[in-house]
């Protein structure tokens, strides 16, 4: 990606296309998920991501995914339910 394009998508002059946001997310060292997202909500805005999100899920971050693998390495992946006590840790891990 030329310093031009780059130069573009700061200024809203062009749209970051999708096949492009790993390279990006890679140069610019932030997480691709993230990047994808919000490349989504600028090509086709609300509806395009609530479609997606609709059919595949919420799109998750790296550091999220973490999360998820630890609590299916902790349940024996038994998809367990979040019941009041694991909700209540969580919230304390977080100062909430």
């Given at each position: 990606?030329?310093?031009?394009?780059?130069a573009m998508l700061k200024t809203g002059a062009t749209k970051l296309p999708l096949d492009r946001v790993a390279s990006l997310a890679t140069?610019?060292?932030?997480?691709?998920?993230?990047l994808f997202n919000l490349a989504l909500e600028q090509l086709g805005g609300d509806?395009?991501?609530?479609?997606?999100?609709?059919?595949?899920g919420v799109v998750v971050t790296k550091n999220e995914v973490v999360w998820i693998q630890e609590?299916?390495?902790?349940?024996?992946h038994t998809d367990p339910s979040l019941i009041s006590k694991g909700q209540t840790?969580?919230?304390r891990n977080f100062g909430k």
């Open positions: 990606m030329n310093p031009n394009m780059i140069a610019l060292e932030c997480d691709p998920r993230l509806t395009t991501v609530r479609a997606i999100e609709e059919i595949f609590i299916r390495d902790a349940s024996g840790a969580i919230r």
